[in-house]
């Protein structure tokens, strides 16, 4: 025990937060612009997943790291944009449509992997590329400081930088201000000649960058191959985190790290003798109780509000009785 | 009237097999892309299922499973309720069997069906969590389900790896399940097992519980419209969280049904992938549970077909599921076929008119 508490302490622990959270914040801002736009989409999963391999083939092939980048982003944006033509083009249900995506993409990605490389459980057959580590001159002397903020992996600092980016976008462009008219009242948005369809579609593509980057940090960065359904959950687990952190990048960021702490908590209950099931359920338990406990404390607000209106309606009748 | 809804029947059909057809010509594309012999395959594919008794029984084995989940999810479905958590439900029914059918004695007639209730008991608690977290804590359905898969699958490996594991097997499996608890096979060159005439009943009895009873009403007008059934004096809530039990203990159930049936210990290494494959048949159902076997029988005739695919040709059995995923996108697109049908309708409109107006 004394040892989990050593390393929840230590430098270590907050690499391994900062590690465990990037795909998780680069897609839940992905998440956090499609949920802005008034598009429930659960299939960034599959986004991920195809971009995890997109990256690992394109990669491999080429022999290039920007060609890889593309590929990976191509086919997580045509996963986005299959989703949109199916829900906002033939009006299909959201759920129905993430779900067929989401199988898709688990399947597609081992169809393709085993077209390629003859192999359907992981591409180490083939040499892929890895995005590199950064290490900012001058900071990475300081002690202990320079430990935490120098040394990881590029996309990690991408994902810090897309929250301001995506706070940015959201809040200070027009482009966002038309992503929240549409989200916040359709109809309204579009009597003012703002095209829904359009700013979702922009909405969407954008969020396949993200989930594009998310997919491919997993398979050329975390790890350094493609395995059959590696994002294992996390897609759905942005989806809690921006759930949670309501419309806005900070607490979605937050809610992301906090997801990424439970699955590095977990890694270091692996020094005591815990069975190691339970470990790899600890990130998906602790989205449910978070879900949960923000659940209850909207409950209480709601409840605090109804008493608000009933003392002012009471005062009200008060007032009334004595006039 | 009731023209114009014979009309919509004729395209719910025709949009199912526009989708299957459509699906079908991708998957002969694809097969074309990655094999040596295009033809050979794509016949196996379609074909094969049908061409030894093995494999035509196979189809019917595994259809029984499919049934279960289906009509599970057809339940959730028209309560409004996304629940996806019928796959975890599944699995762990199917634990909570293996331990009911390793750990109790009993004789072989009781045996089966202690082990069924009691998977099925779990699985309506695995769905039943999601139920909760969404009605008291306005969780978000479609999420808190897909975790609590990934929740009953740790579990459920937790205890097979370690109470019910059998080091003697060799790999990750359980004991041995008793003989009293297997379910007696119907055909001697067949696996088909007795689990088929719960399959049936099920099919029956969720059509009787959607479309006769009060009950299913009251589910239908939950999800239709919840805001209108809470004003009509329905208890929303327990509705929707009854629903979801049940939509679980069908799930859990069909678990301990396919464990007993078609294995002798506890092997799988995963999530079986039924709950989501109920999620589709529903969704090719129409959410009626009438037509689940029909549309288990679809997948589960694909199914066989990619597997002796893969077997004897160079393509892998994944095929199915972007077959799977092309069906289920093209039969939810309202607008695929709509303007067809929209013109259809509107001519038996103008045509119904025109008599009344000789008359």
Partial sequence: MESVLGYIFSTEFI???????????????????????????????????????????????????????????????????????????????????????????????????????????????????????????????????????????????????????????????????????????????????????????????????????????????????????????RGFIAIAAQNLGGFMPIPTLIWSLVFGASNAIANAFQAINMPPEFLQMFPYFSTVLGLMLVGMSINQQEKKKAAEIEEKSKLADACEGNG | MNKTKKIEAFFFVLRDLCAIGIALLISLILIFAVSQDGWGAFRLFLFGPLQTVSRMGYIVEKMIPLMFTGVGVCLMVRCGQMNMGSEGAFYLGGVACAAAAIKIALPAGIHPLVCMLAAGVVGALACGVTAVLHTKFHALTIVTSLMMNYICLYLGQYFIN????????????????????????????????????????????????????????????????????????????????????????????????????????????????????????????????????????????????????????????????????????????EKFLAGWKHRVIAKQSMKDLALTEVK
């Avoid at chain 1, 429930?40 to 290039?64: D, N, W």
């Avoid at chain 1, 916040?184 to 980057?213: D, H, P, R, W, Y």
């Avoid at chain 2, 029909?294 to 059995?317: I, W």
Wanted: net charge positive.
């Fill in chain 1, 15 to 233: 690499i391994a937060i900062l590690r465990m959270s990037t795909p998780l914040i680069l897609c839940s801002m992905g998440v956090l612009l499609v949920r802005n736009s008034g598009v429930v989409c659960i299939a960034f999963e599959s986004m991920m997943l195809a971009a995890a391999l997109g990256g690992v083939l394109g990669s491999a092939y080429s022999r290039s790291l920007l060609v890889g980048l593309l590929c990976g982003i191509a086919l997580s944006v045509l996963f986005a944009m299959l989703f949109g033509f199916f829900v906002l083009v033939l009006k299909a249900n959201n759920m129905l449509v993430s779900l067929a995506l989401n199988t898709l993409g688990s399947g597609g990605t081992v169809f393709i992997l085993f077209a390629f490389t003859g192999d359907r459980g992981s591409s180490t057959s083939i040499q892929s590329l890895q995005f590199p580590t950064v290490n900012i001159p001058v900071i990475q002397d300081i002690p202990i400081l320079g430990n935490i903020l120098s040394g990881h992996n590029i996309l990690t600092y991408v994902a810090l930088v897309s929250v301001p980016v995506v706070y940015l976008i959201l809040m200070k462009s027009p482009l966002g201000l038309r992503i929240r008219a549409v989200g916040e009242n359709k109809n309204a948005a579009e009597s003012l000649g703002t095209s829904a369809m359009k700013t979702q579609f922009v909405a969407l593509f954008i969020a396949g960058i993200f989930a594009g980057l998310a997919g491919m940090y997993m398979s050329m960065a975390y790890v350094s191959a493609f395995t059959q359904d590696m994002i294992a959950g």
């Fill in chain 2, 162 to 333: 370690h109470p019910l594991w059998d080091s003697m097997s060799g790999y990750q499996a359980s004991f041995k399940y008793a003989q009293t608890a297997l379910l007696p096979k119907l055909f001697s060159r067949t696996n088909i097992h007795a689990g088929l005439f719960a399959a049936v009943a099920v099919v029956i009895l969720g059509h009787i519980l959607l479309e006769k009873s009060t009950f299913g009403y009251r589910i239908k007008m939950v999800g239709t419209n919840l805001h209108f059934a809470r004003y009509s004096g329905i208890n929303v809530t327990a509705t929707i969280i009854i629903c979801e039990l049940i939509g679980g203990f069908l799930a859990g159930f069909g678990g301990a049904v396919e464990q007993l049936g078609m294995y002798k210990r506890f092997e799988y290494s995963g999530l079986s992938g039924h709950g989501f494959d109920g999620v589709m048949i529903a969704v090719i159902a129409g959410n009626n549970p009438k037509y689940i076997p029909l549309a288990a029988l679809f997948l589960a005739y694909v199914r066989v077909g990619a597997e002796a695919m893969a077997r004897m040709s160079d393509v892998p059995p994944e095929l199915v599921s972007i077959v799977q995923s092309v069906v289920i996108m093209l039969v939810v697109a």
